[in-house]
């Protein structure tokens, strides 16, 4: 089973940028759709983006995204990344990349789609 760690969280102003990595332990991250999710304190899990598996043929933001964030995948580095520019205090959460294997080219909006889930990254976005 595949293992996924985020990295690249941080603290930066109002906006700035970050870019997010999530890196996969095995060479079959192609295989997976992968999605990204946040968490602030005292709220549910919310949908930011998602991209199809293989070479990343469809991708979705969510609408307090869109526009500002954008999912990529580089298979040949195991890695899929969310570029957040023009960051907001409320882009303030715990970032979580998951993974669900699939051969089917969609993206997947909800949490229980995804079986595999990495530890979460902190982004702060001072005002």
């Known amino acids: 089973q595949v293992q996924l760690v985020e990295s690249g969280g941080g603290l930066v102003q109002a906006g700035g940028s970050l870019r997010l990595s999530c890196a996969a332990s095995?060479?079959?991250?192609?295989?997976?759709?992968i999605g990204w999710f946040r968490q602030a304190p005292g709220k549910e899990r919310e949908f930011v983006a998602s991209?199809?598996?293989?070479?990343?043929?469809?991708?979705s933001h969510s609408d307090s995204v869109k526009g500002r964030f954008t999912i990529t995948r580089d298979n040949a580095k195991n890695t899929v990344y969310l570029e957040m520019n023009m960051l907001k205090p409320e882009d303030t959460a715990v970032y979580f990349c998951?993974?669900?294997?699939?051969?089917?080219?969609?993206?997947?909006?909800?949490?229980?789609?995804?079986?595999?889930w990495g530890q979460g990254t902190q982004v702060t976005v001072s005002s």
């Open positions: 991209i199809s598996y293989g070479d990343g043929t469809d991708s």
């Open positions: 998951a993974g669900r294997a699939t051969n089917i080219t969609t993206t997947f909006a909800r949490p229980g789609s995804y079986k595999y």
């Open positions: 095995e060479r079959t991250i192609s295989t997976y759709a």
